[in-house]
């Protein structure tokens, strides 16, 4: 089989860092493909995955840019690995499912749908997968059905027996209960609708390009100008971040994420998080500050 697992380098790095630590246990080499101005090239990942066994990338990706990722998808199929696609969900009622575009494994973290920051965790994650792949995954399959009055009902329709029987094989031998935190998220998008995740989704792409709009009015840059994103994007501050991070936080506003701790050469580069729950008036408050 395959034994290479390819990772584009604007996939979040606490994500690539998760799959560099599991892959040497499985006998995996990891490659990353580099982002160019933002984004990925879909001809460097179809080189990068010949004899992979799937090709990972972020939709959004860490800046926040939009990937091409029908390109990407199919860029990884026609090197016969499987496209894996890692995506927020609060972003899919606005950017096309990952599904519809020819990813095999969808992924992704749910706490923006539903859960609380709560300082880091807990979290829950999620998985889905084509039909061809539904034995592979971990936990278990969950169906609709009705009884015998015709009521409508839910029972377990698959369940991957090895993890009792053979522990050498099994795909889920610890089993931690998230299902609270899986429940609120049910619940939060069950009350958005398709209508309200659609909504949620274009107030975080409105309120992000009004961010842009100031800080560039500022004086400020943007490194990924030409490119289009979601409620993330990149603004260069003109000094170290994390000294901009630090001084902001001295006048009561908490600016972003430093990338170059992450990026080498993005040291002046602040990710700016704009969601549905921030404000003009806080917008406006972090311009202020960082053109201080």
């Avoid at 998985?127 to 409508?152: C, H, K, Q, Y």
Wanted: hydrophobic residues 40%; negative net charge.
């Amino acid at each position: 089989g395959r034994s290479k697992v390819v990772i584009t380098e604007a996939t979040n790095p606490q994500v690539r860092q998760v799959v560099k630590t599991y892959a040497p246990g499985f006998g995996l080499e990891v490659v990353e493909v580099p982002h160019r101005d933002g984004a990925t090239d879909p001809d460097e990942l179809r080189a990068a995955a010949e004899d992979a066994a799937c090709a990972i990338f972020q939709q959004p990706n860490f800046f926040g840019v939009l990937e091409p990722a029908p390109d990407l998808a199919a860029a990884a199929a026609d090197a016969e690995a499987l496209p894996v696609a890692h995506v927020d969900p609060i972003s899919l009622g606005v950017v096309e499912a990952p599904g519809h575009y020819g990813c095999a494994l969808a992924i992704g973290e749910g706490q923006s749908a539903g859960n609380h920051i709560s300082y880091g965790g807990p979290h829950y994650g999620f998985l889905a997968a084509r039909s061809e792949f539904i034995r592979r995954m971990p936990g278990r399959i969950v169906g609709e059905t009705t009884d015998a009055a015709g009521n409508r009902g839910y029972v377990l329709t698959l369940q991957t027996r090895e993890q009792h029987i053979r522990r050498e094989k099994a795909t889920s031998n610890i089993t931690t209960n998230q299902t609270l935190l899986a429940l609120a998220g049910l619940v939060y998008l069950s009350w958005l609708g398709p209508q309200g995740l659609r909504e949620v989704g274009e107030t975080c792409m409105a309120l992000a390009e009004y961010a842009k709009e100031r800080l560039v009015a500022t004086g400020l840059e943007l490194p990924f100008a030409d490119r289009t994103t979601f409620k993330e994007f990149a603004v260069r501050v003109g000094r170290n971040a994390r000294d901009v991070v630090r001084d902001a936080l001295a006048h009561g506003v908490h600016p972003g994420y430093a990338l170059g701790r992450d990026y080498p050469g993005m040291d002046d580069v602040l990710l700016v998080a704009l969601t549905e729950r921030r404000t003009k008036d806080e917008i406006d408050r972090l311009a202020e500050v960082l053109a201080r």
